[in-house]
């Protein structure tokens, strides 16, 4: 059965530094998300992206953050200055058809900023 | 304000019991509601989308019920076994955004042999 998956599975890095969060989601899905999951809370939507560009974005994907999809399979989520609070669960999702379908998980990426 | 409430943190039972888990929101009209599965440190896992215009859907030992007078969904595991053992995800559309869906903070089941 296809999966969405995501590398790495964990990422350690200092704060202000860059990371890029690397997803390949299912092969003939056209919608992609990013989420988040703070240890201990929900998980929170992030950004869907559709025809090479953002549908929407939450009040939390900030100027630090962008979204990429440089070739035919992957998507990417860039930090660009990472903060403590940037520590989480990274979720990538995919659907196949319109936003409002089943949205497909993957692993997930930790990412620890010290 | 918006709000998704799942019933309980936390629910224990006995293994072979039916499991109910309720999602009820507030000041939402979703087109649709779907509940997911997370095991810890892993990705939610889709298990049964609802449509508004749907009383009740079934996949194997799973039911789920979406009552929009009460603004209410129920997810019902019967002939519960350990393996069941997760976090469930009530997660909604919102009809302001064509993409975003809303998560619950989820029920941690746990089913004792």
């Known amino acids: 059965e296809p999966e969405v998956t995501q590398t790495p599975s964990h990422q350690v890095t200092q704060m202000g530094q860059e990371v890029i969060l690397r997803c390949v989601p299912i092969?003939?899905?056209?919608?992609f998300y990013w989420y988040r999951q703070i240890l201990g809370q929900k998980v929170e939507f992030l950004v869907s992206?559709?025809?090479?560009?953002?549908?929407?974005k939450s009040e939390i994907f900030d100027d630090q953050f962008s979204v990429e999809r440089p070739d035919g399979s992957n998507f990417t989520l860039k930090i660009r200055s990472t903060k403590l609070e940037d520590s989480a669960m990274y979720f990538c999702?995919?659907?196949?058809?319109?936003?409002?379908?089943?949205?497909?998980f993957g692993p997930g990426t930790r990412l620890l900023v010290l | 304000s918006q709000k998704i409430e799942q019933n309980s943190e936390a629910l224990n039972i006995q293994e072979g019991k039916t499991a109910t888990l309720t999602c009820n929101y507030t000041?939402?009209?979703?087109?649709?509601l779907q509940w997911y599965r997370q095991d810890p440190g892993r990705g939610p896992v889709f298990l049964l989308l609802?449509?508004?215009?749907?009383k009740e859907k079934r996949k194997e030992r799973l039911k789920v019920t979406f009552d929009t007078t009460l603004k209410q969904s129920l997810f019902h595991i019967t002939a519960s076994q350990p393996a069941d053992s997760a976090t469930y995800l009530c997660?909604?559309?919102?009809?302001?955004?064509?993409?975003?869906?809303?998560f619950g903070s989820g029920t941690r089941l746990s089913i004792r042999p």
């Open positions: 999702a995919s659907s196949l058809r319109s936003g409002k379908e089943t949205q497909y």
């Open positions: 000041n939402y009209s979703p087109a649709y």
């Open positions: 997660a909604l559309d919102t009809d302001s955004s064509a993409s975003k869906i809303i």
């Open positions: 992206f559709y025809n090479n560009e953002i549908s929407e």
């Open positions: 609802i449509r508004e215009n749907e």
């Open positions: 092969s003939n899905h056209l919608y």
